[in-house]
């Protein structure tokens, strides 16, 4: 009998090819047809920078933002753009990495307004940020004469004028001419001092005061000298009220402490009778001190307070000749 192919036959001789011919392709690529549907997001506006600021320092305008830090990386760069009077010009292109920009091209008593578009991957812009106008003013003169006062437990700074209506920020560090754009005044100060409850006793800071003026922008100028302050020249104050009490042949030295939290103990020195100097005789860390070893006869006594690095004034006392027991 002659075999003939029906339809049906050649459909399944078919179906047999292709399913042996994928089954290899099926280990090669095992993850084929486990995708999900494609997403449009990257296809979106990113999201718009927010919180534009503008501060006037030192001859510059620096532009500030914010934007969450989730989403940054979903974004290529931030451009800058500047307007001084009907349109808009890109003056910069910033990385994802950045949340500020300065801008030294400006003249002042000009204004100028600014906004900030963030491009995601696909080079696609977000909506504009809100728009800042800035108006820079000429920025008054850096502080003279600083010089400060170690107080009890204070430093107390002070500066000459740099003006009328001027204010002043304070910036602290711990390394010679690297200070953080931060000052350690919250608010503008508008007066000729301050009082600088941070004291460094172990080691020198130093300090530069920045004048400015009491608008939106700041307009903040140069730093002033740099101020050291050394712990070498804390002096304490000296001990007070120094008394003492003789018991068999011993004598009990109290006083009251200096007020320095800063103070780091007392020197006490004797002189014997007939004796044209003090000796240091022992260091105390509380106001009390025994003195176990005097010989018969006037003794006199002085107590220093000892600074990190410096002494204070002494306080005396006569002790008259000891009684026989």
Known sequence: MKHSCSRTDIALVDK?????????LLFLFPSCGLKGPPTLKSFERPEAPSALSVTHREGKLIISWSYPNNLRKTIESFEILRSEGDHFVRIATVGNDKGSFTDPEFEVSRCYTYKVIAKNLRGIPSNDSDLITAKPLSPPPPPDELRFTVLSDVLDLSWSSSGEGVCYRIYRTAERGNYSD?????????????????LSPDRPVFYTIRALRNTALMDEGYPSRELEVDPSQFVPSPPSDLRYVENEGQVFLIWKESPEPWVKGYRIYRKEE??????????ARLPAFT??????????????????????????????????H
């Open 16 to 24: 047999g090819f292709l399913i042996r011919l994928l089954i290899p």
């Open 182 to 198: 931060e000052p350690i005044n919250s608010e503008p100060l508008c007066g000729l001092s301050f009082k600088d409850h941070h």
């Open 291 to 324: 003195d176990r070893e005097r010989e018969r006869g006037k003794a006199w006594y002085m107590v220093r307070a000892a600074g990190p690095e410096s002494l204070s004034d002494p306080a005396f006392i006569e002790v008259i000749e000891r009684m026989e």
């Open 274 to 283: 007939g004796g044209k100097d003090y000796a240091l005789i022992g260091e």
